[in-house]
């Protein structure tokens, strides 16, 4: 059984910084391509940040370029975000993913929204304010 579960959302204030964590189980991860989504209210779920595991292959929203880092760690089974320059506009509830396909790349699974083919953790909230 696949279990994705994210932690370390939070409010800050615009220009502020948080790191996500998401500890995912239950899966082989090969190449797969793991990753961070979004969905403010009233909006389509958006991809924001991917990797594939191997870290080969990295994929970011245009708007988030040069303010976010996505990373794992092999050793622990976890992924991270890390959110920096935060703006009102990142507001959103922040999902971890996991592609079911172990092969696709990170752009192909990040750069659309949900089409049904992943793992989701719970959510976690992220505000800033201005």
């Known amino acids: 059984q696949v279990e994705v579960v994210e932690s370390g959302g939070g409010s800050v204030q615009a220009g502020g910084s948080l790191r996500l964590s998401c500890v995912i189980s239950g899966l082989t991860f090969a190449d797969r391509t793991v990753g961070w989504f979004r969905q403010a209210p009233g909006k389509e779920r958006e991809g924001v940040a991917c990797i594939t595991w191997t870290g080969e292959e990295l994929y970011y929203r245009e708007s988030v370029q040069g303010r976010f880092t996505v990373s794992r760690d092999s050793g622990r089974d976890t992924l991270y975000l890390q959110m920096n320059n935060l703006k009102p506009e990142d507001t959103a509830m922040y999902y971890c993913?996991?592609?079911?396909?172990?092969?696709?790349?990170?752009?192909?699974?990040?750069?659309?929204?949900?089409?049904?083919?992943?793992?989701w953790g719970q959510g976690t909230q992220v505000t800033v304010s201005s």
């Open positions: 993913m996991a592609n079911y396909d172990p092969y696709e790349g990170s752009e192909t699974v990040c750069a659309g929204g949900e089409r049904g083919l992943e793992w």
